[in-house]
């Protein structure tokens, strides 16, 4: 798939879809017509070559793109869109700043067109989420310091997008409305609690793609209001 819808400077609403969670058909089916820019593809727990594969058939040919948010080497799978690979800059651990990205690259680098390879610098801000435990990181920070940390991404690393992570809780609008003024060039994605309409037209107004993973889950009427909030 070509052209401008995957091109995720377009994207302005994302779906996160866990390969470890159980979707009906029919939910599945509504995501897909609900108007949604991209799927992604991503988790933290029980992630695997066999679930991601699961959930990449059901997609396939879906006619919006799938991207795969690549955290693990044995996740990588031929045929997706398009690859972000993050690399969290607060991590308290190397690793997860350049070390699972190396592997990937070591295993799977071949695959990879550059074209469609994305790198996402991940800023992890909700301390009680898997993804803070995982990568260690370093979550109680001055609203200077997240700002420092997305100038860090850009300004120093220059990666091509920023990913505000509060998975599980919704942040702070503040906080993200002023990393949004610091680097105003950076594609900012945001990530979390976003559970209807308003909390979608709030976090949208300061970032460029909004992407909406747990409420899918837990109520799915909701998850498609945020779609239909952006429209
Ligand atoms: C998780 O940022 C995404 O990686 C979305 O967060 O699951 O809280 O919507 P939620």
Request: aromatic content about 10%; charged content about 20%; glycine content about 10%.
């Amino acid at each position: 798939m070509e052209g401008l819808r995957m091109d995720f400077h377009a994207w302005r609403h994302v779906f996160k879809l866990d390969p470890n969670k159980r979707l009906e058909d029919e939910a599945l089916s509504a995501l897909i017509q609900s108007g949604t820019d991209a799927f992604l593809i991503g988790g933290t727990d029980g992630i695997d070559a066999e679930n991601t594969f699961t959930l990449f058939n059901r997609l396939n040919g879906c006619g919006i793109p799938v991207a795969l948010e690549l955290s693990h080497p044995d996740q990588t799978i031929r045929g997706f869109d398009h690859y972000f690979i993050p690399t969290v800059l607060n991590a308290g651990t190397v690793d997860w700043v350049v070390g699972h990205q190396v592997r990937a690259f070591e295993r799977h680098g071949h695959l990879f067109e550059a074209r469609h390879v994305t790198g996402q610098g991940y800023i992890v801000l909700n301390g009680a989420a898997k993804v803070a435990e995982v990568t260690e990181a370093r979550t109680e920070l001055s609203l200077e310091q997240v700002v420092a940390y997305a100038e860090t991404g850009h300004h120093l690393f220059r990666l091509p997008s920023l990913y505000l992570e509060y998975s599980g809780t919704f942040g702070s609008p503040d906080v993200v409305k002023e990393v949004r003024l610091a680097v105003p060039d950076a594609h900012l994605f945001y990530g979390g609690g976003i559970d209807g309409a308003e909390a979608a037209m709030k976090m949208a107004a300061h970032v460029d793609t909004i992407v909406v993973g747990n409420v899918i889950y837990e109520n799915l009427d909701g998850a498609l209001a945020t779609v239909a909030a952006l429209r």
